[in-house]
């Protein structure tokens, strides 16, 4: 795909930083809880789940690099805090385990309408890994729709807590759909088979679904999507990319 | 007297018995070949290149590259063309439908359950939930998921009412 237009060149680009950065950040702060997961058998679900992530944020860092002529490597690895492109629902740290199953909800439900478009995207390298991956997301959507129904009935502190961490994280979930530069020559080739503000409509009737079986209610919010929901970053964010990237950074250039 | 190459005769037959002597890293009982991880494969007319798609299992399968060196090592090794090249395909997603029925004995003969066949089940959404993953030691279907995520990427546990084992199984996906 190196023979696209310039312009429609560099809205791919924007679009596949989002989604490998989106995967990438979640994958890490997740990664945070292996060994200290509530208990072992959902230490080695989240392990799992935290490991997917990061493989597909590798895929995607692949086919960017390629389109870019770049080093996946560098793109993960070698950028300033500032250069990252995840929703800001991804500035947040791990917290306690209601809020990382609160987020992990919203983020899945909203990555499942996302893929399920990005499957019959025009490009074929980006359609090819959507319709993969939708595959093994669907495991992460059953195991966390799961651990939503666990806490919501758990009693008063576990729903309270679920409640409190929906509450703080919908705005910034919202990010997740924020608007892209180049959308409209997305949408104009096809490569984004649905505009980000149709994807964001399918989420919250699906969020509205799954919470009203569990009695919740989805916090309101009239703004919608941030602009800059996905360039705000925070310094729970600049501590996380400190963490990530102190191997590469400790011997620049090396290879491993 | 002139000795043929043994690959001369018959390429083709050569290249897969050759991947089929190359074991997944994790499960070394079953082939690269056996669980359906080999895409197309094209010998240049020339000879001057073999191509081997290599369709992985899981995007983020930390085996996968491992598997890519070791296609690449046995098939060189044949001498068949001047350049080996082992490429990742996304372009059909690899199933677990794709495990070969030898593929499967292997499996449950090293006590992992081989995954349910995916076109008996009614949508994605119910990959893990309904099916019944008999038990590989004692053949019991009183068995039940204790955990959809394993050790590895494409295992589940599952744990066995007949024997009162826990197992795995490869996930259906």
């Known amino acids: 795909m190196t023979d696209l237009e310039p312009a429609t060149r560099d809205a791919v680009a924007e679009l596949l930083l989002t989604l490998a950065d989106d995967e990438f950040v979640l994958g890490f702060w997740d990664s945070e809880w292996t060994g200290i997961a509530p208990m072992l058998e959902e230490d080695v679900a ?26 996946p490597d560098r793109i993960a690895f070698g950028r300033a805090p500032e250069a ?5 629902l991804m500035n947040h740290p791990r917290t306690d385990w209601a809020f990382t199953v609160a987020r992990r909800f919203l983020y899945e439900t909203a990555d499942a309408v996302r893929l399920e478009a990005l499957a019959g995207s025009s490009h074929a390298g980006i359609a090819g890994l959507a319709t993969k991956m939708r595959r093994e997301e669907t495991y992460h959507l ?12 758990g009693g008063p502190d576990t729903r309270t807590r679920l409640k409190d961490a929906l509450a703080r994280l919908w705005s910034d979930a919202e990010s997740v759909f924020s608007p892209l530069a180049g959308e409209p020559a997305l ?9 980000l503000a149709d994807l964001r409509g399918r989420w919250i009737e699906r969020v509205d679904a799954e919470l009203g079986s569990l009695g919740l209610a989805r916090p309101t919010s009239e703004a919608g999507p941030p602009s800059d929901g996905r360039t705000a970053r925070t310094d ?11 191997v590469a950074r400790s011997e620049a250039g090396a290879t491993w | 007297m002139v000795i043929p190459h043994p690959a001369a005769a018959d390429p083709d037959a050569a290249i897969w018995a050759a991947l089929a002597e190359v074991p997944d890293p994790e499960i070394p009982t079953i082939s690269v070949v056996d669980l359906g991880v080999i895409g197309s494969v094209e010998l240049a007319e020339d000879r001057s290149a073999l191509r081997v798609e290599l369709m992985p299992t899981f995007i983020g399968c930390p085996a996968t590259e491992v598997m890519r060196q070791a296609i690449g090592e046995r098939l060189a090794a044949l001498g068949i063309a001047e350049r080996v090249e082992v490429e990742l395909t996304f372009a059909e997603p690899w199933t677990s439908d794709r495990i070969t029925a030898a593929g499967r004995e292997q499996l449950r003969a090293s006590g992992f359950a081989p995954p349910p066949h995916l076109r008996e089940l009614t949508a994605l959404g119910e990959l893990p939930t309904l099916t019944v993953v008999p038990c590989p030691y004692c053949g019991s279907r009183q068995t039940t998921l204790e955990n959809a995520f394993g050790p590895t990427l494409c295992r589940a546990i599952y744990h066995c009412a007949g024997c009162r084992q826990p197992f795995e199984a490869f996930k259906p996906i």
């Open chain 1, 142 to 153: 059953l195991h966390w729709n799961a651990w939503m129904r666990r806490l919501a009935e």
């Open chain 1, 187 to 195: 949408l104009a080739g096809g490569i984004l088979p649905e505009s």
């Open chain 1, 236 to 246: 729970d964010f600049r501590w996380l990319w400190g963490e990530f990237t102190s």
């Open chain 1, 84 to 88: 990252y492109r995840h929703a800001a």
């Open chain 1, 46 to 71: 989240t392990s799992s789940i935290a490991q997917d992530e990061i493989g597909h944020a590798r895929a995607w860092f692949e086919l960017l690099a390629e389109l870019t002529d770049d080093d």
